[in-house]
């Protein structure tokens, strides 16, 4: 079976400028969600107390809702979580709330509402942990731009580490956006789930530039954007089934992990879908905006041979 | 040219079969089984208590499949939760026969039903997280500055102490936030007290503040050092403390753990009562010092039921009854630490405590009122007081250093130090996280995750083998081994595993079929060129390698870095992830290269493979 049959080079270069929009549009769509509707982060960023029940019938939410505010929480939020029968609370952190004794006075006030409530979780986070895990977050994403640049800047060249970065980057906006726009909760296996992503997809940047490389080596008298349409056209059959492979664990995901791993699958999902879109055709435009060449690219062996001539 | 040598083939097979071996333990589920461990920081366990123990159960009449002791518990294991149940009570009843007193912990627990061979050779199943197994989790964050100022008042009192007993008249002695300010008339009372003080302790460090003429001060902090030695000495105190209230709910294997420079981890596996385990974990302690009613017949009139007005009964440590006073002389606030030692004269085993300034005077009055009657140390715990001690005084006792001696072993006397120092926290903490997961819940995490990898690994499989054929096989395969070293590693390191381990076990599969398409394609478009297949295998896995490390030295910086910031549930996907990887570059290019090697290496005149249809555009 062969899925790919590709007679010449797809000129992907000569949409370069249609891509490059296409991107900068959704990147511009992204933060501007994200700068008006901001993250729904989980109890775990800004703390709070989550309580999850699970009743043997499906529970009505009102009373469960008048209770908690009769018992002195009435910012508490009550909804569903993956089923009728299960039931989410979630409070947050108030400065006079005895923060040690609000699951059990929750699940207090639960028992006492009727229904033979089971309790599944709890968690609590106090106020300084959240903000520790969001400067942690962020200084995990640095970390992880920062080894990349360094390390496809020395394998390769600045260019391609600049371009894969960047590329990359707007890959992880893109899923932010997506979890703004939806107001989806951001949780700290999501941020993992985007933190792989960005290696995952960095890794789709590394087999086209690798392709480049041997290209530019391999085959003289190509234009620049020649050597990129042929380095992506040989490595697509590639990309897409990596890509339909990832995607078909992360799919079983979907289906079968539940709630709790429901949006970290989700995140995969955006992340690996934009991370082909934007490794082939965001990256490539850019190394060649950049202006990469066969001449800056192979001038340390070029020195090698002529010194042994 | 596609063969390997054969250390590499035995290497290879080696690697393998050590996983298959550290994998096993992981397929044999669970059993119920009793675990028996101190409940005394000094009770050390010896060989003596497995006889017991099995005398105990033979003695009830119960079987047991295994009996498995180490340095900290021993297991027993049982066939069904209802022998279980039975074999607590009849190990219980033996080795606690004062069940308010329990010297051990005796508690139920699931134990590995994997054969002895296995767990002999340290082959264990993987460590599974509190979100797989259910069970409660508290972050607590020790209150440093509290602990800090809490000293410095003590040194503030130690202060006026030292002034007047070295007269150096002062305008006044007060903690003013991480400070200690001494107040002066003139100088030179003030050049005395910094004479003075500096004799006595190397811990402040003293500077000078002129804020007028007459009002001359001396301010004193804490060094580097001892601001240091305050916050070591308070997190482990607290630590211990925990351990000796842990120990009381009978957890099977519960983690108590430092966090970073203030903070402790406290995690009980199987615990559902949070309430219980919130209540044991703030309880306070305190000690009390009080004097013994010596009166003659009264100890002998209060056992036959009438207690003389304002003396209370109680059992001394070692069982023989003891009339003490109500009123309190000292409280454990006062005292700064307790460490097991020896009597200089003697050299019989002693504890040694140190007071602060205040409780040193008080401690002095009243020994030198009291010489030759007895004094009782009581631990009070949930309004139940205990005496630990009742040692005659023998002298005055100034200066704050006080030594109980007499009839005490060594181990006594560590015990006795320990539970002074023990029975009250040196800093206030504070529940910081809480997480509690429900056994239902815990099984239904392991049965999801457990899913999504087998549906995932089964989609990845089946497309494999159509699509590049009998290499997609041996791509399956490595897929498997990876798989398998993955779980072998985990189970070898006892890594915890948690529901977002899982997951990045399932992320770490999908991204590591990767490899093997690269492979696969190199080969495909190696043959499309014309290449002879032996020298399109051989060019395929040595062109792909190249791109493969890049990729996977990439992915593994995201793990790296999500390892080093990641906490809870990042962490444990991180420490899977990066596992993952290293595992897949082996198995990806190793085992699938062997494979391939031992299928078509040998045959001289290949004149095909079967890697899926290799399409050519002239076609």
Same mark, same amino acid.
């Not at chain 1, 969600?33 to 993250?39: I, S, V």
């Not at chain 2, 596996?269 to 004097?291: C, F």
């Given at each position: 079976?062969?899925?790919?049959?590709?007679?010449?080079?797809?000129?992907?270069?000569?949409?370069?400028?249609?891509?490059?929009?296409?991107?900068?549009?959704?990147?511009?769509?992204?933060?501007?969600?994200?700068?008006?509707?901001?993250?729904?982060?989980?109890?775990?960023?800004?703390?709070?107390?989550?309580?999850?029940?699970?009743?043997?019938?499906?529970?009505?939410?009102?009373?469960?809702?008048?209770?908690?505010?009769?018992?002195?929480?009435?910012?508490?939020?009550?909804?569903?979580?993956?089923?009728?029968?299960?039931?989410?609370?979630?409070?947050?952190?108030?400065?006079?709330?005895?923060?040690?004794?609000?699951?059990?006075?929750?699940?207090?006030?639960?028992?006492?509402?009727?229904?033979?409530p089971e309790l599944r979780r709890v968690e609590f986070v106090g106020p300084q942990v959240g903000k520790e895990l969001a400067s942690d977050g962020a200084m995990a994403l640095l970390l992880v731009i920062f080894g990349i640049v360094v390390y496809l800047a020395m394998r390769f060249e600045w260019r391609f580490a600049v371009s894969a970065i960047i590329a990359n980057l707007h890959d992880v906006v893109i899923i932010l956006g997506f979890f703004a726009f939806f107001q989806w909760e951001f949780s700290l296996p999501v941020l993992a789930a985007v933190l792989a992503v960005l290696g995952y997809s960095v890794n789709e940047s590394v087999v086209v530039f690798d392709r480049v490389r041997e290209t530019f080596k391999k085959k003289r008298g190509m234009t620049t954007p020649e050597v990129l349409d042929h380095a992506i056209t040989s490595t697509i059959s590639r990309t897409v089934i990596t890509h339909g492979s990832t995607q078909m664990m992360v799919l079983a995901m979907l289906l079968f992990g539940g709630e709790t791993l429901h949006y970290f699958a989700m995140a995969l999902t955006i992340g690996i879908l934009?991370?082909?879109?934007?490794?082939?055709?965001?990256?490539?435009?850019?190394?060649?905006?950049?202006?990469?060449?066969?001449?800056?690219?192979?001038?340390?062996?070029?020195?090698?041979?002529?010194?042994?001539? | 040219?596609?063969?390997?040598?054969?250390?590499?083939?035995?290497?290879?097979?080696?690697?393998?079969?050590?996983?298959?071996?550290?994998?096993?333990?992981?397929?044999?589920?669970?059993?119920?089984?009793?675990?028996?461990?101190?409940?005394?920081?000094?009770?050390?366990?010896?060989?003596?208590?497995?006889?017991?123990?099995?005398?105990?159960?033979?003695?009830?009449?119960?079987?047991?499949?295994?009996?498995?002791?180490?340095?900290?518990?021993?297991?027993?294991?049982?066939?069904?939760?209802?022998?279980?149940?039975?074999?607590?009570?009849?190990?219980?009843?033996?080795?606690?026969?004062?069940?308010?007193?329990?010297?051990?912990?005796?508690?139920?627990?699931?134990?590995?039903?994997?054969?002895?061979?296995?767990?002999?050779?340290?082959?264990?199943?993987?460590?599974?997280?509190?979100?797989?197994?259910?069970?409660?989790?508290?972050?607590?964050?020790?209150?440093?500055?509290?602990?800090?100022?809490?000293?410095?008042?003590?040194?503030?009192?130690?202060?006026?102490?030292?002034?007047?007993?070295?007269?150096?008249?002062?305008?006044?002695?007060?903690?003013?936030?991480?400070?200690?300010?001494?107040?002066?008339?003139?100088?030179?009372?003030?050049?005395?007290?910094?004479?003075?003080?500096?004799?006595?302790?190397?811990?402040?460090?003293?500077?000078?503040?002129?804020?007028?003429?007459?009002?001359?001060?001396?301010?004193?902090?804490?060094?580097?050092?001892?601001?240091?030695?305050?916050?070591?000495?308070?997190?482990?105190?607290?630590?211990?403390?925990?351990?000796?209230?842990?120990?009381?709910?009978?957890?099977?294997?519960?983690?108590?753990?430092?966090?970073?420079?203030?903070?402790?981890?406290?995690?009980?596996?199987?615990?559902?009562?949070?309430?219980?385990?919130?209540?044991?974990?703030?309880?306070?302690?305190?000690?009390?010092?009080?004097?013994?009613?010596?009166?003659?017949?009264?100890?002998?009139?209060?056992?036959?039921?009438?207690?003389?007005?304002?003396?209370?009964?109680?059992?001394?440590?070692?069982?023989?009854?003891?009339?003490?006073?109500?009123?309190?002389?000292?409280?454990?606030?006062?005292?700064?630490?307790?460490?097991?030692?020896?009597?200089?004269?003697?050299?019989?085993?002693?504890?040694?405590?140190?007071?602060?300034?205040?409780?040193?005077?008080?401690?002095?009055?009243?020994?030198?009122?009291?010489?030759?009657?007895?004094?009782?140390?009581?631990?009070?715990?949930?309004?139940?007081?205990?005496?630990?001690?009742?040692?005659?005084?023998?002298?005055?006792?100034?200066?704050?250093?006080?030594?109980?001696?007499?009839?005490?072993?060594?181990?006594?006397?560590?015990?006795?130090?320990?539970?002074?120092?023990?029975?009250?926290?040196?800093?206030?903490?504070?529940?910081?996280?809480?997480?509690?997961?429900?056994?239902?819940?815990?099984?239904?995490?392991?049965?999801?995750?457990?899913?999504?990898?087998?549906?995932?690994?089964?989609?990845?499989?089946?497309? +494999?083998?159509?699509?590049?054929?009998?290499?997609?096989?041996?791509?399956?395969?490595?897929?498997?081994?990876?798989?398998?070293?993955?779980?072998?590693?985990?189970?070898?390191?006892?890594?915890?595993?948690?529901?977002?381990?899982?997951?990045? +076990?399932?992320?770490?599969?999908? +991204?590591?079929?990767?490899?093997?398409?690269?492979?696969?394609?190199?080969?495909?478009?190696?043959?499309?060129?014309?290449?002879?297949?032996?020298?399109?295998?051989?060019?395929?896995?040595?062109?792909?390698?190249?791109?493969?490390?890049?990729?996977?030295?990439?992915?593994?910086?995201?793990?790296?870095?999500?390892?080093?910031?990641?906490?809870?549930?990042?962490?444990?996907?991180?420490?899977?992830?990066?596992?993952?990887?290293?595992?897949?570059?082996?198995?990806?290019?190793?085992?699938?290269? +062997?494979?391939?090697?031992?299928?078509?290496?040998?045959?001289?005149?290949?004149?095909?493979?079967?890697?899926?249809?290799?399409?050519?555009?002239?076609?």
């Amino acid at each position: 079976m062969e899925f790919f049959r590709i007679k010449k080079d797809i000129p992907f270069m000569r949409h370069a400028l249609t891509f490059n929009i296409i991107s900068l549009i959704t990147f511009v769509l992204a933060v501007f969600f994200l700068a008006t509707r901001g993250l729904h982060l989980s109890v775990e960023f800004t703390g709070g107390t989550l309580v999850e029940v699970a009743y043997a019938e499906a529970p009505q939410l009102e009373p469960i809702r008048s209770a908690l505010a009769t018992s002195g929480y009435p910012d508490a939020q009550v909804q569903n979580f993956g089923s009728s029968r299960d039931v989410l609370i979630r409070l947050p952190n108030r400065e006079d709330l005895d923060t040690t004794k609000v699951s059990e006075r929750t699940m207090a006030t639960l028992q006492a509402v009727g229904g033979a409530p089971e309790l599944r979780r709890v968690e609590f986070v106090g106020p300084q942990v959240g903000k520790e895990l969001a400067s942690d977050g962020a200084m995990a994403l640095l970390l992880v731009i920062f080894g990349i640049v360094v390390y496809l800047a020395m394998r390769f060249e600045w260019r391609f580490a600049v371009s894969a970065i960047i590329a990359n980057l707007h890959d992880v906006v893109i899923i932010l956006g997506f979890f703004a726009f939806f107001q989806w909760e951001f949780s700290l296996p999501v941020l993992a789930a985007v933190l792989a992503v960005l290696g995952y997809s960095v890794n789709e940047s590394v087999v086209v530039f690798d392709r480049v490389r041997e290209t530019f080596k391999k085959k003289r008298g190509m234009t620049t954007p020649e050597v990129l349409d042929h380095a992506i056209t040989s490595t697509i059959s590639r990309t897409v089934i990596t890509h339909g492979s990832t995607q078909m664990m992360v799919l079983a995901m979907l289906l079968f992990g539940g709630e709790t791993l429901h949006y970290f699958a989700m995140a995969l999902t955006i992340g690996i879908l934009f991370g082909i879109y934007s490794s082939v055709l965001v990256a490539a435009p850019l190394v060649m905006w950049l202006g990469v060449s066969r001449e800056q690219f192979i001038k340390p062996k070029k020195e090698k041979e002529e010194a042994v001539v | 040219m596609n063969r390997y040598p054969l250390w590499k083939n035995i290497l290879i097979g080696l690697v393998l079969f050590f996983g298959l071996i550290y994998t096993l333990p992981n397929f044999y589920g669970e059993v119920p089984a009793v675990q028996v461990s101190s409940g005394k920081a000094t009770l050390k366990l010896d060989a003596s208590l497995n006889g017991t123990i099995e005398q105990a159960l033979r003695d009830a009449g119960i079987e047991h499949t295994g009996l498995f002791s180490d340095t900290n518990s021993v297991r027993v294991r049982v066939a069904s939760t209802d022998v279980q149940l039975r074999a607590k009570d009849a190990i219980e009843k033996r080795l606690n026969p004062d069940p308010r007193d329990p010297s051990y912990v005796v508690a139920l627990n699931l134990l590995s039903a994997s054969p002895n061979w296995l767990t002999s050779i340290n082959a264990l199943p993987m460590y599974l997280g509190l979100d797989l197994r259910g069970g409660v989790h508290f972050l607590l964050q020790v209150d440093m500055p509290g602990a800090i100022t809490k000293r410095l008042d003590a040194t503030a009192a130690d202060l006026r102490t030292l002034m007047r007993d070295k007269n150096v008249r002062h305008a006044g002695i007060t903690r003013e936030g991480n400070n200690v300010l001494l107040r002066f008339r003139d100088a030179e009372q003030r050049e005395a007290a910094r004479k003075a003080i500096s004799a006595s302790t190397a811990d402040l460090q003293l500077t000078d503040r002129d804020d007028a003429s007459d009002d001359l001060k001396l301010v004193a902090t804490l060094g580097q050092n001892a601001q240091k030695n305050i916050r070591d000495f308070a997190i482990k105190q607290n630590i211990t403390t925990l351990h000796n209230r842990i120990n009381e709910l009978g957890v099977a294997e519960p983690v108590i753990q430092q966090q970073g420079l203030d903070r402790i981890v406290v995690q009980l596996p199987g615990v559902q009562d949070v309430a219980k385990a919130k209540d044991i974990l703030g309880r306070t302690a305190t000690l009390e010092v009080r004097l013994v009613d010596e009166t003659p017949g009264a100890l002998e009139g209060a056992l036959a039921g009438s207690v003389p007005l304002g003396t209370e009964l109680y059992n001394e440590r070692g069982g023989s009854p003891i009339l003490v006073r109500n009123q309190v002389v000292l409280t454990g606030d006062r005292l700064t630490d307790a460490q097991p030692g020896f009597d200089g004269q003697t050299n019989e085993p002693a504890v040694h405590l140190t007071l602060d300034a205040a409780g040193s005077r008080i401690f002095r009055d009243v020994t030198r009122e009291n010489v030759g009657k007895r004094m009782a140390i009581l631990l009070i715990e949930k309004g139940k007081g205990e005496v630990v001690t009742a040692p005659v005084i023998r002298t005055e006792i100034g200066g704050g250093r006080v030594q109980i001696s007499g009839r005490m072993t060594t181990q006594e006397a560590s015990d006795v130090a320990l539970l002074l120092r023990a029975g009250s926290l040196a800093a206030p903490m504070e529940i910081i996280e809480e997480r509690t997961v429900g056994p239902s819940l815990g099984a239904e995490n392991i049965a999801k995750g457990f899913h999504s990898t087998l549906w995932g690994f089964v989609a990845i499989a089946i497309f +494999m083998s159509v699509y590049y054929m009998l290499f997609g096989l041996v791509s399956v395969i490595a897929l498997a081994a990876n798989l398998l070293l993955l779980v072998a590693l985990l189970s070898l390191l006892q890594a915890t595993l948690t529901l977002p381990g899982i997951a990045a +076990m399932a992320l770490t599969l999908g +991204m590591a079929i990767d490899a093997n398409v690269l492979i696969n394609e190199r080969i495909r478009e190696e043959l499309r060129n014309g290449v002879s297949p032996q020298a399109a295998i051989h060019a395929g896995y040595e062109r792909a390698f190249d791109t493969i490390l890049d990729s996977n030295i990439t992915t593994l910086i995201a793990g790296i870095a999500l390892l080093v910031f990641g906490s809870g549930p990042v962490r444990g996907f991180a420490v899977v992830h990066c596992l993952g990887i290293l595992t897949s570059m082996f198995s990806a290019i190793l085992i699938s290269r +062997m494979l391939v090697n031992l299928l078509y290496g040998r045959r001289r005149k290949l004149e095909s493979v079967s890697i899926g249809q290799i399409w050519k555009p002239g076609n």
